[in-house]
């Protein structure tokens, strides 16, 4: 295929429940609801030839509706965004879909436009999904578990990623930068189909960070790296954060 006519939709996995922060996609953030505004956003880049909200909760599908917009029900329940978003796709004529986070209203449109390119320059098809990384300077972000750690060879294809710090700075003078990863993917739709029939291997049931079954079947995931932070929200402090940066 011409891959510079790949078709490729946005996916925007959204549960209600979440521990941390119950119903905070259905919170408001200066008069719509975070995930209208996520959804309005990744309408708003341009990059993409459909947008859908994909979710397990009526109250969010009804959201999404009632303001035109395209949601899909999910028919079980999944453990994870990429097997959510992997049954929503099963039937769509699609080449390239991006898993953008329903809880990060601020969305890149930089980053996410340098992941499409990876897709667009790899004519030999090796990459089965991309995604993103940014450094980390401070020793409390990188010990923090919270914080995915990942590292890459030298074309940054992922080599692993850790809630641990990897690499162990056995040599302190090394010089070696350490990334975060930022769980914002670009798949092409058969990894994803993939992903969702091969069963969880101990690497991923161990460090619960679904990007290691990808590697543990032998998947090439391309890392590219940015500078954009975003904000998660997922406490009440990070919303608040979130509405002074939205004024």
Known sequence: MNNSTLKTIAMIPARYEASRFPGKLMKDLNGKTVIHRTYEAAINTNLFDEVYVVTDSDIIFDEITKFGGKAIKSLKEHECGSDRIAEAVAEMDVDIVVNVQGDEPLIDKESLFKLLQVFKFDEKGIIDLASLKTPMYESEEITNPNNVKVITNKNNLALYFSRFPV???????????????????????????????LPMLELEATEKIEAIRYLEYGKNIMMVETDFKGIGIDTPEDLEKAKKLFQ
């Open 167 to 197: 690499p162990y700075p056995r040599d302190t003078n090394s010089g070696v930068t350490y990334y975060k990863h930022i769980g914002v993917y670009a798949f092409r739709k058969q990894a994803l189909m993939d992903f969702h029939k």
